[in-house]
């Protein structure tokens, strides 16, 4: 038993480690390949079963039978950063002062507005697809990047509450104190003494509303069509008319990319013992 | 907005000190202005979020009265007749037990494994650091992009799915186009995706336990089995449920993952209660109708949450007495 535990670990390890990976190898190796080495059945390894080709990563930028890649890139960077900051920002000061002071509106308590913030997440995006589609035409911002934001918003915000307000509960009170008796204001204790100190709940709520911002595929399904165009909703045209394997395979690793780097952060994080307040 | 502003009942914070001007620690200044700052902290958000949420949640119940479709739009009053429509629909209740197949199917999947694999990147393990890392790529990619390439694996003839099933000895799969396999494939993803998030979870969890019962039950010689079972899961239990009712609320609104995939079909083999509702709306323009849908699927959401969350507390806390 007790030397069968490792191999048995290791495996499992291993295991696991191939099928997360898989995807990847195959989308990287698909996308050097042309017409011949898809068509002919599954093909592994380049210059052993198929020749190589950059065609799939050319098409990316205005090369042949491909799309341009790169405005739907800026726009997906621009609506994931603005909603993200906006939500950081209200969800922050929301968090910090749910978790200092007492609100209370007939029965409705503190516990009750976090988990009105919280609940916000139960709501299926098609649910809400309708009503934002004719908001934003009301307002004159379907097809928007800003249009887009607001909507994230109501996405996002609910995720920062929910990771702030659970570091705040675990940051000493004794802080803001010695901040207001060298005869700070609250707002003035929270900006120079309370959030510097804030920073990891900070990113950790960052990293989670980028990750949730950046992978929305639905909203920007429904609510954009042309002047703006969020990186997966470009991606997934690609996949309803005939585009080749390659330039999808490409396409797909160019953007998940950037969230690879993410998943480090967050690991750091992770093993530092930031995360553990999140949950509970 | 009269929010009033009754400080913290001093037992309420059971051993905080009071600090040296007298004041309890949180009520940080004088009523009158407390009242004023803590608003400032409060109202930007929950403003912006009541009026981005409110006037679609409050919009969609009014529609579902109404007959809107794509030959007549507007906002007319036929009562409850929608709903009548829907509790004869058996296409919707299909899609709804559908979805609670998949749902609560791919969270049991998600949360062995997840647990399993924390569990293993916890302690000592060679690269664990980077170990971590791997197990939390998949949730930080984009469902639908991943699930575009899944698309191509699944490919009967073209895709490496089947070959892997053959390096197994086992018959080739017509993945994307037989229905119980395409429900299969749909779960595949879903569980590629997301068992990251549970791991992530429950590590966090894990990391954050206190070392003394370990300690203990290394000292009466307890086996990593024993330790388990009798230490490690009875401190893991509320955070295990709170993991558990947060994926089953992002699995219940699975969606994209069947867009791409499968489409709902082949048939309505893979159509879940979101997916149709957007057939009804988006696709048939049949607005009032997947209102109706829509605010129904809430309610029995919410619902059925609350039995789960509460069935949840008492198989798993009820275990530890």
Not at chain 1, 27 to 56: C, D, H, M
Not at chain 1, 248 to 261: E, F, G, K, N, R
Request: one cysteine or more; proline letters at 6%.
């Amino acid at each position: 038993m007790s030397r069968l535990y490792p191999v048995l670990k290791y495996g499992a390890i291993l295991g696991w480690s191939a099928f997360v990976v898989a995807p990847f190898l195959w989308a990287l190796t698909t996308s050097f390949k042309t017409i011949n080495g898809v068509t002919s059945g599954p093909r592994y390894l380049p210059w052993l079963q198929y020749e190589p080709s950059l065609q799939g990563w050319t098409s990316l930028f205005g090369g042949t039978g491909g799309i341009d890649i790169v405005q739907p890139y800026m726009d997906s960077i621009v609506v994931t950063l603005g909603a993200s900051a906006i939500s950081i920002v209200l969800g922050t000061l929301a968090a910090y002062g749910l978790s200092r002071f007492k609100y209370q509106l007939g029965f409705v308590k503190n516990s009750d507005i976090v988990f009105f913030f919280v609940s916000q997440r139960i709501m299926p995006p098609v649910v809400l697809a309708i009503p934002f589609f004719l908001m934003l035409q009301f307002l004159g911002l379907l097809d928007s990047a800003l249009g887009l934001i607001i909507v994230y918003v109501a996405l996002l915000l609910p995720i920062a509450v929910w990771v702030m307000v659970d570091f705040f509960n675990n940051v000493p009170r004794q802080l803001d104190e010695m901040a207001m008796l060298d005869g700070c204001t609250p707002l003035r204790g929270f900006v120079l003494v309370v959030l510097p100190n804030s920073l990891p709940g900070i990113i950790v709520a960052a990293l989670f509303c980028v990750i949730f911002g950046w992978n929305d595929f639905f909203f920007a399904f429904t609510l954009t069509f042309t002047q703006t165009q969020l990186l997966p909703v470009a991606i997934v045209a690609l996949n309803s008319s005939v585009t080749p394997w390659w330039t999808l395979s490409a396409s797909a690793l160019i953007s998940v990319t950037p969230l690879v780097i993410i998943a480090v952060l967050v690991e750091r994080f992770l093993s530092r013992g930031h995360l553990a307040g999140a949950i509970r | 907005m009269a929010l009033g502003v009754e400080p913290p009942a001093p037992s309420s914070e059971p051993g905080v000190p009071l600090s040296r001007t007298g004041r309890r620690p949180g009520q940080l200044e004088g009523p009158g202005t407390a009242r004023r700052y803590k608003l400032y902290f409060l109202l930007p958000g929950l403003i912006v979020l009541l009026l981005i949420i409110l006037f679609p949640l409050l919009f969609t119940i009014r529609v579902s009265f109404s007959s809107w479709n794509v030959s007549q739009p507007g906002l007319d009053w036929i009562g409850g007749s929608n709903y009548e429509r829907l509790f004869a629909d058996a296409r919707y209740w299909a899609s709804l037990g559908r979805l609670a197949l998949i749902a609560i199917g791919t969270v049991a999947i998600e949360y062995v494994l997840g647990f399993a694999l924390a569990l293993l990147v916890w302690r000592e393990v060679k690269g664990r650091r980077f170990f971590r890392v791997l197990f939390l790529v998949p949730m930080m990619t984009t469902p639908v992009i991943m699930t575009v390439i899944w698309r191509t694996i699944f490919h009967e003839s073209l895709g490496p799915a089947n070959d892997v099933m053959a390096l197994f000895g086992l018959p080739a799969q017509q993945w994307l186009t037989s229905s119980g396999a395409a429900v299969v494939s749909v779960m595949i993803v879903e569980i590629w995706q997301w068992t990251p998030f549970m791991v992530l979870l429950l590590l966090a969890g894990l990391l954050s336990l206190p070392r003394e019962p370990f300690l203990a039950a290394a000292i009466d010689g307890a086996g990593p089995i024993r330790t388990f079972f009798r230490v490690t899961f009875p401190l893991m239990v509320p955070i295990s449920i709170g993991a558990i009712i947060i994926r089953l609320i992002e699995a219940s609104k699975i969606m994209d993952t069947v867009y791409v995939l499968t489409s709902g079909g082949p048939g309505t083999a893979t159509e879940t209660s979101s997916y149709y509702i957007y057939i009804r709306g988006l696709r048939d323009f049949q607005i009032g109708y997947a209102a109706s849908m829509s605010f129904a699927y809430l309610v029995i959401m919410i619902v059925s949450l609350t039995f789960i969350a509460r069935g949840l507390n008492r198989a798993l806390a009820g275990r530890r007495a």
